[in-house]
């Protein structure tokens, strides 16, 4: 499955929020552990922005995660936010040179996407809650 960045950017930045809110993190603490600003992280965390190779890793370690168990995170996320999306379009294939993700948001709008991100990452995070109890 292709994904736009755009998409990706969106749905990395609500895992991290997610995950850093599971660890009982303000954005503040985080960003100081991961050495970035406060304003740096809420643009990451609204998917303005992704972060460079070291500070990904960084946000891996702070969250008490390997790096692939991040990329794993992310990856599991994009899924269910395509499978979620791909129920509410049906199986209409994308245009030739877009991809799935990139149609769903031009048919239903960046914020209805927005809450397909939401409710697929509240649920991961809730599966990675189960996992740790």
């Known amino acids: 499955m292709e994904i736009s960045e755009q998409v990706y950017k969106l749905v990395f930045g609500k895992v991290i929020a997610e995950l850093r809110k599971h660890e009982d993190m303000g954005q503040q603490e985080f960003a100081d552990e991961i050495g ?9 965390e609204r998917g303005k922005v992704l972060p460079d190779a070291f500070t990904y890793k960084r946000m891996a370690v702070t969250l008490d995660m390997t790096v692939g168990e991040l990329d794993e995170a992310v990856d599991d996320a994009l899924d269910r936010v395509a499978q979620a999306a791909q129920g509410m ?45």
């Open 36 to 44: 970035v600003s406060q304003p740096t992280l809420s643009r990451i």
């Open 89 to 133: 379009v049906g199986d209409d294939e994308p245009t030739p040179g877009e991809s799935f993700l990139g149609g769903v948001m031009a048919a239903l709008g960046v914020a209805a996407v927005g809450g397909l991100i939401g409710f697929a990452v509240a649920a991961l995070v809730n599966e990675l809650e189960d996992e740790d109890a």
